[in-house]
């Protein structure tokens, strides 16, 4: 009897135990060198490699707050960054600088081809709020701003 309670014991507490789903990486899913042979984003901007969750858009004439269109940004070294949503990676592409010096960081976020379009950022202006909070911000007055938290 001790034995088939232990079972059942064992058995509700494997089952009660909340998996956390993995976020998938660019890291396995793309070669480092595909785009660009070396580093493209000078050190002064390597903050914002990482993985971030994107928690909403907001701007425009009212400052309207709307919710993301996808999960997660990823961007990793050799200007490369990809889309998460629904647990996979939706677009894989290149970033391409437009402007990096001491006043402004100006990126345009280019999809592969064989990515689905679905998911386009467009051109940016960086601004990293603290090491946590990356902001997108658009490249014209009275548009929308990305913001995301570091995940990773």
């Known amino acids: 009897m001790k034995k ?10 494997i089952t009660s135990c909340k998996h956390q789903n993995e976020i998938p990486s660019l890291r396995y899913a793309v ?12 050190s002064g901007n390597t903050k914002i490699y990482g993985q971030w969750q994107f928690l909403y858009k907001q701007g425009g004439f009212g400052g309207w707050i709307i919710d993301p269109t996808y ?3 990823e961007i990793i070294p050799f200007g490369i960054y990809g889309i ?3 647990d996979a990676i939706q677009v894989i592409g290149k970033i391409q600088i437009d402007q990096q010096d ?11 081809q064989i990515t689905a ?15 946590d909070t990356l902001i997108l911000f658009d490249l014209c007055a009275d548009c929308y701003a990305d913001v995301f938290k570091r995940i990773k």
Do not use: C, H, M, R
């Open 102 to 112: 001491e006043y402004a960081t100006l990126v345009d976020f280019l999809p592969d």
């Open 31 to 42: 070669d480092p060198k595909t785009y660009y042979p070396g580093e493209i984003v000078n």
């Open 117 to 131: 379009p679905d998911y386009q950022i467009g051109p940016k202006s960086v601004w990293l709020q603290s090491p």
């Open 84 to 86: 998460i949503d629904n």
């Open 71 to 73: 999960d997660y940004l």
């Open 4 to 13: 088939i309670y232990l079972i059942l014991v064992s058995l509700l507490v």
